[in-house]
């Protein structure tokens, strides 16, 4: 007898419905397929695709039944090891940015940057809790204002791990010559942000237009040093987003493709200053669509340069391929604090650095340790009771489940709990509507649309990923 792995649906429009599966596995079909699964009378041609297309069992331990359990399995196991680490040298900064999120301190300011027991602390740290490879990203404040600390860890992990990747998160205000040198060596990234045009970011950052300047000839630089290896993100007020087309000409202009749109993001001196942060709203979503769109167009008009947004990007392949679990959003388990650490100024460990920013303004202490003292077991399994979907009354009806993840620290920042209705989160806003453009790409029959998504996710041509079942008996 066929056994039909349980299916949660969406309708998409009067004649397409999206299915999947726990694991992941989706189709679409129709009103009549939705009528027969729901009566128990599915017809044989139904049962014939469900089973071809792994959804179904014939009999119990069959290669599909083992198939999906080994899909789930993977998804629920947890990591053993440290792979990545954002660390915090220091928390001063030179900028004071409308939209910083982190409650940085003063550039002048004493005490908020590491000692050398400190830096002995995170390297025996490292040492202890990291794996075979590990990717370091230096955050602040201005990590580059220490770059003799960021030097010395780099300078160890080299050592110690079969691989490493850097990532210097930094305002580029300044270039100092030790950056420079680093950024020759391919482990080595920067990132940074590019809020637009010119005046834009001048706005978005509270900056004098000479300040602006420096930056662009930094970026510029900086982008010939170490090509394809520096990355930018506009970080945008929803109550003043720049035009499409603006906004990508300001990427391309230092030949970069690859953008990741995001809202100001409702932490530290942001939630003061931009309230508005606090909610995905409709106005943020139009815009969103009218980049993506802009993209599609602009990729259609060029065999060379592909315009892609990374979250995206990353929603696409989530839906169509189990075990894209790079980004932390979309984790489910999202286990907090295990494979995953922020190490601030201070020492305290964090099991994110939104939960880094929730501590410095005082709202919550969502800590997990001391790197001196490691990792408080205890707290870190406290964490754990709302970081993950599969139970969630909301999202276990949810036809993205699988493909989606579980924020609990956001949805403290935003609402002050940690288990509020998760359709009413901006978590859930924000990921249901990413994940219907997603699907609405893949199932598009418009010969621009499949071309990008074949290019977003390295295909060789247009293949539509999503197929379609209809009754044909």
């Not at 009549?32 to 297309?53: E, I, N, P, Q, Y």
């Not at 490879?133 to 030097?151: A, K, N, S, W, Y």
């Not at 005046?199 to 237009?209: G, M, N, S």
């Not at 979309?330 to 920013?357: C, F, K």
Request: include cysteine; hydrophobic fraction near 40%.
């Amino acid at each position: 007898m066929t056994q039909v792995f349980p299916l949660r649906f969406r309708r998409k429009s009067a004649d397409d419905i999206l299915f999947a599966n726990e694991a992941g596995q989706s189709f679409l079909s129709d009103q009549g397929f939705l009528d027969r699964l729901a009566s128990h009378a599915l017809s044989t041609s139904d049962r014939d695709f469900l089973v071809s297309r792994g959804l179904a069992s014939e009999s119990a331990n069959d290669l599909n039944e083992t198939a999906f359990l080994g899909r789930m399995a993977r998804r629920l196991s947890p990591p053993r090891k440290l792979s990545y680490v954002i660390l915090v040298p220091t928390l001063r900064c030179d900028l004071s940015c409308s939209y910083c999120q982190v409650s940085r301190a003063a550039l002048n300011a004493k005490g908020f940057d590491w000692t050398p027991d400190r830096l002995s602390q995170v390297l025996a740290f490292l040492d202890r809790e990291g794996g075979e490879t590990i990717q370091v990203e230096f955050q602040g404040g201005e990590p580059t204002l220490r770059m003799d600390l960021i030097l010395d860890v780099v300078k160890y992990c080299r050592t110690r791990f079969e691989a490493c990747r850097f990532v210097i998160c930094s305002n580029l205000s300044e270039l100092a010559p030790e950056l420079i040198e680093l950024l020759k060596s391919d482990d080595v990234h920067l990132s940074t942000s590019l809020d637009g045009p010119p005046a834009v970011h001048t706005r978005q950052r509270t900056l004098q237009p000479d300040v602006t300047d420096r930056f662009y000839a930094n970026l510029e630089q900086a982008t010939a040093l170490a090509p394809g290896r520096v990355a930018a993100l506009p970080t945008l007020d929803p109550e003043h987003l720049p035009d499409p087309s603006e906004l990508l000409g300001a990427f391309a202009a230092f030949g970069m493709y690859s953008i990741y749109l995001r809202q100001v993001v409702y932490h530290g001196f942001a939630r003061k200053r931009h309230p508005g942060s606090r909610d995905y709203i409709l106005e943020w979503q139009r815009f969103y669509n009218a980049v993506i769109e802009e993209m599609i167009c602009r990729n259609a008009q060029s065999d060379n340069a592909t315009f892609d947004e990374f979250y995206l990007t990353l929603a696409l392949k989530r839906l169509l391929k189990a075990g894209e679990d790079g980004h932390l959003d979309l984790r489910s388990p999202n286990w907090l604090g295990h494979d995953h650490m922020v190490i601030d100024y201070d020492g305290m460990l964090y099991p994110t650095d939104e939960a880094r920013m929730l501590a410095r303004t005082g709202q919550i202490d969502l800590s997990i340790g001391h790197v001196g003292g490691g990792i408080d077991m205890t707290a870190r399994r406290a964490l754990q009771d709302r970081a993950f979907n599969t139970l969630d009354p909301w999202c276990s009806q949810c036809v993205y489940q699988a493909a989606c993840g579980s924020d609990p620290i956001d949805d403290i920042a935003r609402t002050g709990r940690a288990d509020p209705p998760r359709i009413e989160t901006a978590f859930c806003r924000r990921h249901m509507h990413i994940f219907d453009l997603a699907t609405e790409l893949l199932c598009s029959d418009r010969p621009e649309v499949q071309a990008s998504v074949a290019r977003w996710l390295g295909m060789p041509g247009p293949v539509k990923l999503i197929e379609t079942h209809h009754d044909r008996s």
